[in-house]
């Protein structure tokens, strides 16, 4: 790769050439712990970007142990494996350089145990260890938890060429996107300010950085933003795969001196990537080729599709059970799961009440006859009868209601909870994000599951990714798009007699839980006022059940979960 000085003269830029050098950029899939298979990992892609005759390989954050480690970290064996790991690495390096991301001990008598950590090893040496400045809290970080700032900076000098090495944060001291009420400038200290001070040719930025939406485009403001203040190319490596809820989309990217994106790495699987730049500054900008909604939701797809995957793979499952019940929720979720783990490792219950319509029978069957997945119909009349008649002494001279709505749905949770351990089939849990935060679901009923598939996903986009599902062929059948959304657990039951429409719900839910925003701020969007006030009380009376929910795959910038935490006994 050719690395160039940039000047700049009348507002044009001019370079030289300081050195030749080949940079290859590792996008991987870790897995928390696994320290013999991450270094392997690691190992195979050292050599093959030797083969490739590359100076310097570039891994992501905490690479050596996989992100985040949360409370790992406070156990000695921890960190002592991801030492070893570092050893076998290191071993390694002969003839290429490398830059890898691992904690690292604090040997200062104040502060944290640890740092967050960049090493830069080159043949068979830890040549300089960079710490992460920068320690976000904010939303499902907690990275001061665990580690100590760095308060110093430094370049690494390496075939002529003198590279700023970041981690993650060290380049987000302005944050492009808060809410209302926020800050813009979180941090007292400026890295990138602080390096450039120095002198620097080129930034390195290793990274986790998680997936949402609407996260793709600030990232690369980002990075564009500080390399045309700078002048100065940025090249950007993230991690990919799932850990649990959070999921990482890989993106990685090369940005040039004048603020371009002008190479980008696989989206949502493994790449590696070799870069020779001699016409890095005169590269042209890379158009994204899909307008923004398209993308948003191909995005969503693709996430989901590789957060359950990686769920069951590195959790050693193979197999997974879904109630079908006819609606869209439960028909998305199937389609999601079955291009994750493949249709033989799916099976499906149909559990129709008297309450079922014929309609929603025959669209689940149709459904599950184009995936070509295995079903079983359990009608649940019958047991429903055995429970109210058990009930009957107790529930003498009460009016049916709520209660015998959720014994329904609590028969369903059991019967594919019964399959599940009969069969070992992991339970995947179907509800929407509208439901979750209005609390319009059973606990140990249709809220059960060992993961929440659209939990983070509101009504609206649901229908959006059935759209998508359905792109190229029918799929999800027409009539389970269109009709009226019902829980069926009622005779003539529809989710609008309790709920407002879901284009209006979802836009108060977006702007109460993304944007953080009051209810009078809610109501000046035009908004109705009995329904916003409504709909905010569901919320946060809801709270109490979110938190016995599965964990929720999280595609969004607020998801339910490690990012949303909020007191379970409040009277706010």
Known sequence: MVFFLYFQSKEEFFYHITTIMKIALAQLNYIIGDFKGNAEKIIHTIHEARENRADLVVFSELAVCGYPP???????????????????????????????????????????????????????????????????????????????PSQSFTVV???????????????????????????????????????????????????????????????SEVLTKHARRHKIPIFYVNQTGAHTEIIFDGGSRVVNAKGDVVARLASFREDLAFFESENLASSKSIEPEMDSEERRVTSIHDALVLGIHDYFEKMNFKTAIIGLSGGIDSAVTLVLAIKALGAENIRVLLMPSQYSSDHSVTDAVALAENLGVRYDTVPIKNIFNDFLRELAP????????????????????????????????????????????????????????????????????????????????????????????????RPDQKDSDSLPDYEILDKILYHFIELRQSIKEIIDEGINEEIVNKTIKLVNLSEYKRFQTPPILRVSSKAFGAGRRMPLVARY
């Open 70 to 148: 949360l409370d790992l970290l406070e156990h000695r064996s921890f960190i002592e494996k991801c030492q070893g790991s570092v050893r076998a690495i290191t071993k390694e390096t002969k003839d290429i350089a490398v830059i890898i991301g691992a904690p690292t001990l604090n040997t200062n008598s104040l502060g944290k145990n640890l740092f967050n950590s960049a090493l830069f090893i080159h043949n068979g040496q830890i040549v300089k260890i960079i710490h992460k400045a920068l320690l976000p809290t904010y939303d499902i970080f907690d990275e001061y938890r665990y580690f100590q």
């Open 394 to 489: 107790i529930y003498k001279g009460t009016t049916p209601g709520l209660a015998e709505e959720n014994i329904q749905a609590r028969i369903r949770g059991t019967l594919l909870m019964a399959v599940s351990n009969k069969f070992g089939n992991l339970l995947l849990n179907t509800s929407n994000k509208s439901e979750v935060a209005v609390g319009y679901g059973t606990l140990y009923g249709d809220m059960s599951g060992s993961i929440s598939i659209l939990g983070d996903v509101y009504k609206t986009d649901v229908y959006k990714l059935a759209g998508y599902i359905n792109r190229d062929r029918e799929i999800i059948p027409q009539n389970i798009i269109i009709k009226p959304p019902s829980a069926e657990l």
């Open 157 to 219: 000098n390496h075939l002529g060429t003198r590279l700023a090495i970041t981690i993650c944060e060290d380049l987000w001291f302005q944050l492009p996107l808060l809410t209302h009420f926020g800050r813009h400038k979180l941090y007292t200290v400026n890295p990138m300010e602080e390096l450039m001070g120095l002198g620097c040719d080129l930034v390195i930025n290793i990274a986790a950085s998680p997936f949402a939406y609407n996260h793709d485009q600030i990232k």
